[in-house]
Each structure stands twice: as C-alpha cells, then as structure tokens.
C-alpha cells in the first residue's frame, strides 16, 4: 500500500487510523513524501507509533507530484497487488480484502477502484467513471444516496487514484504513472486506458469502500484546481485519442462545451491550459509515439459518451 503526502497533516491521522482497523493482512505500507512542510511526516510517524504499525517512508527532496512519488513508493513495494491510496481517505475495515478478492478472482483484471463517499458517509463520489469525447472525466453515482443501486462488480473506463489497486506486472508493462501529469490529475486515468489497451479489465468494486475528503491539495474549483485539470485534461486526450477521433469528436465537442460553462470563472486557467499544451506539444506527441508503440491503438469500444 503507498501513500503519498503532501501538506497532508489534516488527513493523515484518521486515514492511518482507519488503516489500522483493516480486516485483511498483512499490508505493506509505504509511505513517500513530497517534500511537506506542515510536519506530515512526523506526525504520521507519531500516529504510526501509537497504533503499532509499521512503514517504510521515503523523503523526496522537492515536490516531484502524484505520478513520481507514486512510482518511487512502486520501487519500494514487494507485493504482487499494488494498492494507491491518498492520505485524505478513510478505509472501512473490508476494503482492502474486498479488492485482494476481486482481482484473485479473475485474473483479467488490471485495475480496481473502490466505492468512494463523501463524509457524510453515505452519498456516493464514485463508483468508476468514463470519459467524454473531450477528455472530461465523469463519476458514474456521483452525488446520489447510496441506496444499494451500485452493489455489483462494474467494467469502467477508469477508477480514481484516490483508491487504485493493480497488479505489479500489468503496471510496469502499462508504463507506470506518466509523470508529464504533474503535479496532479488524469495519471490515474492515462494508467486505466494503458491497461484497456492490453486488452485487460477495469474494474470497480463495491466492497471496496472508503470515504473521500477530496482534493484537500488543489483546493475544489479554485484558479489552480481549473488549470490543472485542464491542462492535464489536454494532454490525456492528445496523448491518447486516435487523430479522425480528435478531429469528428473530440474538437466539435470542445467547441460546444464552451458554450455551456461559465467562461468567468474558468477563461483564465483554460487559456492557460492550452497555451501550456501547445508549448509542450513535442514532449506530447513523443509520449504519443511511445504508448502507441509499446501497447497499440486505443481500443474502439473505450467508454466515452457525448455531453
């Protein structure tokens, strides 16, 4: 299990205490640092001590993002089944045995993401998600009452890596986290169509649950939270989307979500957004090059749907 911090010092105690009541193990926990300086470190270390647990930390010198801390915490682990998951959730005692059994179940899957929730503890932030033909990412469950109407195993496009199980092997050879996405966003959801390229499952499963406080780094729908999303949200979708799909869907519908946001409130960070991307556009098209070469085109039934 690898958790990455960041300034996470008001998440991290409960989400460390939640994974001291977990019914599975035992787990290997990893824990790297992306350079804090509100005392995350030392006070995971002092919370670890009081429950009686163990962990490995790695210190990063600088702040290297999501992907690279990630990657460095893979380096570490030993286990077969990989387990992502940020210092801002709270696990329910079966949820890490609940995605060990899944994914020992069937050996299809690639990737397993978990029913997340709000703090209230009973409406649902997600249960998988797809794509829109522009890149926006979409939860499926999103804001609904957990009333049991997600309770089965669902093939998804991609699960968020705010709880995000794959196998060791299928992560190496899907490339591991792209760290062009930094500092945050859409690494996860790159990852997810590496493994639907290999011809692999992704899933979520609904006996993995956690709650979810939610881009407590970023800050919700802030300046910095629109330009990161988007310009990662750009750069996933030239990285990824087939050229006559850019052209016939991507592009038309770009053109039409503009039309129905407020452009107030985002203008700014997407202009942005796309004046980054098109500086940056060779480093793109050689990633391109590279996924294209290494895992093949992106298969025609990937779930992607219109606005």
């Known amino acids: 299990m690898i958790i990455v911090l960041y300034n996470s010092a008001g998440y991290i105690v409960p989400c460390l205490q939640s994974l001291s009541r977990l019914e599975y193990g035992p787990v290997e926990l990893i824990i790297v640092d992306n350079c804090s300086t509100d005392g ?30 990630n990657n460095r915490g893979v380096s570490l ?29 069937d050996e299809s899957i690639g990737v397993a993401g978990c029913k997340l929730y709000y703090p209230d503890r009973k409406t649902l932030q997600h249960v998988g998600g797809f794509i829109r ?18 309770e ?43 493994v639907l390229r290999q011809g692999l499952r992704v899933v979520c499963v609904p006996g ?34 087939p050229w006559d799909f850019l052209l016939d869907k991507a592009l038309p519908m770009e053109q039409r979500w503009l039309g129905m946001i407020e452009l107030w409130e ?10 980054v991307n098109l500086a940056r556009l060779p480093w793109t098209l050689a990633a391109r090059r590279r996924v294209t070469r290494a895992l093949g085109p992106l298969p025609p039934d990937v779930t992607v749907a219109e606005l």
């Open 40 to 69: 995350s470190v030392q006070l995971a270390r002092s919370t670890l001590a009081d429950l009686g647990m163990q962990a490995s930390f790695c210190l990063m010198s600088s702040n290297r993002g999501f992907a690279a801390a």
């Open 77 to 105: 682990a030993g286990g077969d089944i990989l387990l992502f998951l940020n210092p801002d959730t709270e696990a329910y005692p079966d949820m890490a045995g609940a995605l060990v059994s899944a994914m020992d179940a």
């Open 133 to 150: 033909h522009n890149g926006l990412t979409m939860h499926y469950g999103f804001d609904e009452e957990d009333t049991g109407q997600y």
């Open 152 to 194: 089965s195993i669902k093939d998804v496009t991609y699960v968020t890596g705010a709880a995000l199980a794959a196998r060791r092997a299928v992560f190496l050879s899907s490339g591991m986290f792209d760290e062009g996405y930094f500092p945050a966003y859409f690494e996860e959801t790159d990852l997810c169509l590496s």
């Open 208 to 241: 993995a649950r956690l709650v979810h406080h939610e881009s407590t780094t970023t800050g919700r729908f802030t300046r910095r939270y629109y330009y990161l999303y988007h310009k990662n949200r750009i750069r996933f979708v030239l990285k990824n989307f």
């Open 266 to 275: 985002q203008a700014i960070p997407l202009n942005q957004a796309y004046a």
